[in-house]
């Protein structure tokens, strides 16, 4: 599912009709007609944001062939991934969506730590980004049916989340929790953990008014600039001095990450003074100046933090992160 960011932008009905920033919005535009056609076959609607019907298409067209691994619990985090791409394609699949939202649940669990939800079906795991798109999902659903339940999962899982150990001491999120039985924290602190867990909090609040949970993001946003930033830019471990050791997957976390702080800021509807606003600004800077790839104008690797940092050929993945951040970007003002 390393592929999901792309859709989930294009899926993102306002993204490129809300632009503000006309510079990140004429990268976006460009990046979508780039060399990696494994992603971009889903960017050629990136332009005409708003036709439902086309969407529903290209949801059903990308996810042919992958029920089987979707319904029988292969990975409870790639099944909500879906059900975010659904509900980003304007609410016309409720069925699907719904289907599969109930598939995640089934996850959640008591007996282990106290809560959340497993990764998968083995029950041998839990981790953050399972959790945290579970609060997306009950987030968005709760927003469009008013079905007390999506409410209800939206509270019980941030009440487990944040008082796991996987909320480390340093105000940022865990991959996992151990399975010996201590439930400790574990695992990478990846940059896409805590840009996901924003769209619960910022829900968290649109439904309530309590600024707790505002306070609650910008601490994140915050522990995630002064812990898994270079030169303010991201930076996730896998990328080390002399070579981007990230796999697929891990390419598509600083956008993903970049993408949902513009989501907590639409959902919300507040700032912490511009220091989220500058955060997306200057991603999608930094991308421009450092992650070109050589010799192309619309190509990117995954790294950012300095120039010649970005492996030399880029890859679907890293074109989709870019995607992910310069959007977000777009929306803010320059």
Not at 68 to 81: E, G, I, N, P
Request: net charge negative.
């Amino acid at each position: 599912m390393s592929l999901i960011l792309p859709l989930i932008v294009l899926l993102s009905t306002t993204a490129l009709v809300d632009a503000a920033c006309q510079k990140h919005l004429t990268a976006a535009q460009i990046s979508e007609r780039g060399k990696h056609p494994a992603v971009f076959v889903f960017f050629e609607w990136v332009d005409v944001v708003g036709d439902d019907s086309t969407y529903a298409t290209v949801i059903d067209s990308v996810f042919n062939g992958q029920e089987t691994y979707l319904t029988t619990a292969q990975s409870f985090d790639d099944v909500q991934w879906v059900v975010l791409a659904y509900l980003f394609g304007g609410n016309t699949q409720l069925d699907s969506t719904t289907m599969y939202c109930d598939i995640a649940s089934a996850a959640v669990d008591s007996s282990y730590c106290g809560g959340g939800l497993f990764w998968n079906r083995q029950h041998q795991y839990k981790n953050a980004i399972t959790n945290e798109l579970h609060l997306a999902t009950s987030s968005y659903l709760y927003d469009y049916t008013q079905n007390a339940t999506y409410l209800n999962n939206l509270n019980t899982t941030w009440t487990w989340l944040k008082a796991s150990q996987m909320f480390a001491s340093n105000g940022l999120f865990d991959d996992g929790l151990t399975n010996d039985g201590t439930c400790s924290g574990t695992g990478t602190q990846w940059t896409y953990n805590q840009g996901v867990v924003l769209v619960g909090l910022a829900y968290l609040y649109k439904f309530t008014q309590d600024e707790q949970y505002l306070t609650e993001a910008y601490d994140i946003v915050d522990a995630t600039i002064s812990t898994l930033t270079t030169n303010e830019t991201l930076r996730d471990s896998c990328e080390t001095n002399t070579a981007n050791q990230c796999n697929a997957n891990e390419e598509t976390f600083k956008g993903i990450a970049v993408f949902f702080v513009a989501r907590f800021l639409e959902i919300g509807g507040t700032d912490n003074g511009s220091t989220m606003s500058d955060f997306i600004k200057a991603q999608a800077d930094s991308m421009l100046a450092n992650a070109v790839v050589s010799g192309s104008t619309s190509t990117y690797g995954s790294a950012l933090y300095a120039a010649g940092s970005s492996d030399a050929a880029g890859s679907a993945s890293a074109q989709s992160s870019a995607l992910g951040a310069l959007v977000a970007a777009a929306q803010q003002s320059c």
